[in-house]
């Protein structure tokens, strides 16, 4: 795709170098602390901490599609469920090795979001938002009326991977191979943002119609979205049911995809840095709350709305936003004086 | 076929049909008159049957739960209309829909906690009653859920036709900035029009309670309310009853033949078919798109 969407890059291409080694320097300290710190917890936290990274890809992938492409989709949980039962048949009934069976159930879902995609090109905002929910609706009852591939209501259990011919069934190990697939993905999904398909994703959100009048192939480019995050979810969903063991429809409903559209709000749309923060703290979240589970869904309600209404561009735009107030504070004094 | 079965067919999936055309009518509705697709409708379906519960905990007449939820919910419209929904006015549609989301989980939530997970009913008007064509019995309910649809369906056509404020309602509906510079108060209009639409919702939501039970799910009814109502054209009242009708006769018969998997199916189905092959629905006109 990147021959075909010849746009007038403007004087970033100079500054690239200069915004990487930036932008790696800002990434070293996070990084090495997820490295290594771990060892040092127990296993619950290597747990929760995965859960968290397993977000990071979702809500990665989804923002890559809502914040920077600009299309609603409310059925993020049915690519995961795709990935994860795609995963946990290959590995439990076919014998496949993991290492297989995951980029598959991620492919699965890729191709099932080239067939969303297709019926989403004619459809726009409200319309787009009750053709994903309808789709989550229909992936959830096949689940459920499939028994003999998913196990039905009851569900279906997974396997741990082996690596190097030994089972990861510790947490740490697992955590450290869901670590270095969502930095992966983490780093894919920047490196698009700099292509240009990834510039053709904000060019549509933008204005569809000044978007194809420069020549930018508009169908492609949206299922190319719609593809691209539904392979993240499908690979989250197969690294998802590996590490808790066990899935049943329920698992991937409505509400999952609700917290997987709040990771990306509360975090900031269209911004990778975003999604991580976004879903490794409404996952931390709701793990300190336990005491108030069943609160849960008011907790995340009551955050989705002032967010929305407080700080539409996120939690990463409240950076900008507290320094440019700062300096303003800083000229009041100084004007005072 | 048997003429019973047939008969006992039809009734339940118009009766069902029913109370998908009133889902649909009150997403409509608003959708008319504020521009906004409230994603919490299916919610305040349900939340009418918690409150016609809770009425018929106080020991009350069925007539009085029924008046008393409808005046409640309309109370409760008017609230939402005032502190939620206001601000997403002119909100682009992904604001609304996360937004309107959240309302939605927000309000099953609060209703989920309030009763627990116990399963509840409410007493069905018609108990006592048995209706039977040939030596198959029919659920009366049914045929109190299509009563009461065609009376509602009835007085808001007078409502909308002969009245005032239906008509001013329609006004803020075709064109807000021309109702608003021929007098017509729009910031009062949008209260009362969410009034109506959950007045509608808690209607459904009583009506549907005998059958299906009361739980907090009660909401998942939303979809088929889409559905209908873009079977119907989205814009249509009347396109919406056809819609529902045609969805729950469908649904019914469908379930009947094929089995459950087939009866759970069809409303997707629908939905993808008719928005590939004919978005604007079966009754709606075309519509203009600015770029």
Not at chain 1, 14 to 27: D, E, S, W
Not at chain 1, 227 to 232: G, K, M
Not at chain 2, 169 to 187: E, H, I
């Amino acid at each position: 795709m990147s021959d075909s969407a010849p746009i007038a890059v403007p004087a970033v291409s100079g500054a690239v170098p200069g915004k990487l080694a930036r932008g790696l320097r800002v990434a070293l300290l996070p990084i090495a602390i997820a490295v290594l710190l771990p060892p040092f917890l127990g296993s619950y936290y290597h747990f929760v901490a995965s859960l968290a990274l397993i977000n990071v890809i979702i809500a990665v992938g989804l923002n890559l599609l809502t914040g920077n492409a600009g299309q609603i989709s409310m059925c993020q949980a049915s690519f995961m469920a795709i990935g994860a039962y795609t995963t946990s048949y290959l590995t439990t009934k076919v014998g496949l090795s993991y290492w297989l069976a995951m980029p598959s159930g991620g492919l699965l879902a890729a191709l099932l979001g080239v067939a969303l995609g297709f019926p989403a090109l004619r459809f726009r905002g409200f319309y787009l938002a009750v053709v994903t929910l309808g789709f989550l609706e229909i992936t959830q009852i096949l689940v459920e009326q499939l028994p003999s591939i998913t196990g039905g209501v009851r569900g279906i259990s997974a396997s741990r991977p082996y690596l190097f011919g030994s089972k990861l069934s510790n947490d740490l190990a697992f955590y450290y191979v869901v670590f270095a697939i969502s930095l992966l993905g983490i780093w894919c999904a920047i490196s698009l943002l700099r292509s240009p398909t990834g510039r053709a994703f904000d060019a549509i959100r933008s204005s569809e119609a000044a978007a194809q009048s420069l020549g930018m192939p508009l169908a492609r480019t949206k299922i190319a979205a719609f593809v691209i995050a539904a392979f993240y979810a499908g690979i989250g969903g197969g690294l998802y049911a590996s590490l808790v063991g066990f899935i049943d429809p329920l698992e991937f409903g409505v509400w999952t995809s609700i917290r997987h559209v709040v990771f990306i709000v509360v975090g900031g749309l269209g911004s990778v840095v975003g999604s991580i923060v976004g879903a490794v703290a409404l996952t931390v979240l709701p793990e300190l709350l336990r005491g108030f589970k069943e609160y849960n869904e008011f907790v995340f309600g009551s955050l989705l709305l002032l967010v929305l209404v407080l700080m539409p561009t996120g939690l990463v735009g409240l950076g900008p936003r507290v320094r440019s107030w700062l300096r303003r504070r800083a000229d009041h004094m100084r004007d005072d004086k | 076929m048997e003429l019973g079965i047939f008969v006992q067919l039809l009734v339940a999936g118009l009766g069902i049909g029913s109370i998908y055309a009133l889902v649909a009518l009150g997403l409509v509705l608003a959708f008319k008159g504020t521009g906004v697709l409230n994603f919490a409708h299916g919610d305040l379906v349900a939340f009418g049957a918690y409150v016609a519960l809770f009425l018929s905990l106080l020991k009350l007449p069925y007539w009085q739960v029924l008046l008393g939820t409808l005046a409640i919910a309309a109370v409760f419209g008017v609230l939402l209309e005032r502190t939620l929904i206001r601000p997403l006015l002119n909100a682009p549609a992904f604001t609304v829909v996360v937004a309107t989301l959240a309302i939605g989980l927000m309000i099953k939530n609060a209703l989920r906690l309030s009763w627990q997970e116990n399963i509840a009913t409410l007493p069905s008007p018609l108990d006592g009653v048995t209706v039977r064509v040939g030596d198959v019995s029919v659920n009366p309910q049914y045929f109190w859920i299509i009563g009461c649809s065609i009376a509602i369906m009835i007085l808001l056509a007078v409502f909308f036709r002969r009245t005032l404020i239906g008509k001013a309602m329609k006004a803020v509906a075709q064109n807000r900035d021309a109702a608003r510079l021929m007098g017509v108060r729009v910031n009062r209009v949008f209260p009362l029009t969410f009034a109506v639409s959950t007045a509608v919702a808690a209607l459904a939501g009583v009506l549907i309670a005998p059958i299906t039970g009361i739980q907090s799910e009660m909401g998942s009814v939303i979809i088929k309310g889409f559905v209908a109502a873009i079977l119907g054209g989205f814009n249509s009242l009347p396109g919406c009853v056809v819609g529902g009708l045609v969805l729950g006769t469908l649904e019914t018969f469908g379930g009947a033949f094929f089995g459950g998997t087939f009866k759970d199916v069809t409303a997707f189905v629908l939905l993808i078919v008719v928005l590939l092959v004919r978005p604007n629905g079966i009754f709606g006109g075309a519509e203009a798109r600015r770029v």
